[in-house]
């Protein structure tokens, strides 16, 4: 088990349960129906990436590829849902160039994942 990341993982889903309902109640009659819909994407997979930090905190996965998944992970949380957000809540759409950023950190998280349980599983 790793704290660290059981920590960041519980802490983000915090953050994403706030976030939605920020923007079901505050926002949902100050931005255009289409903004909104972009800021639940950020949410959507805030919260995907926090449940799979909490399920990797609790996994057996060895140091540094466990390292590796949770800052891809949170990196791509900051820059993927982070930027989504900014651009709902400033109106400034060069944000929306740091999304695809963000969503290729959560692929190599992935990646990285796969490719750390393949070296430390028992497969044949």
């Known amino acids: 088990m790793d704290r660290r990341t059981l920590l960041l993982g519980a802490t983000s889903a915090a953050i994403a349960v706030a976030a939605g309902a920020f923007g079901a109640h505050a926002l949902r009659s100050r931005v255009a129906p289409e903004l909104l819909a972009v800021f639940e994407t950020g949410v959507r997979y805030q ?11 609790a996994s057996p996965l060895p140091g540094r590829s466990l390292t590796l998944t949770r800052w891809c992970f949170v990196a791509g949380t900051l820059l993927f849902s982070g930027s989504l957000y900014l651009l709902v809540l400033t109106g400034t759409r060069w944000w929306g160039a740091v999304t695809p950023i963000g969503g290729v950190a959560f ?10 349980a393949y070296r430390h599983s028992s497969i044949d």
């Open 107 to 116: 692929i190599v998280g992935w990646c990285c994942l796969a490719l750390g």
């Open 47 to 57: 919260m995907y990436h926090a449940l799979a930090l909490v399920a990797l905190g």
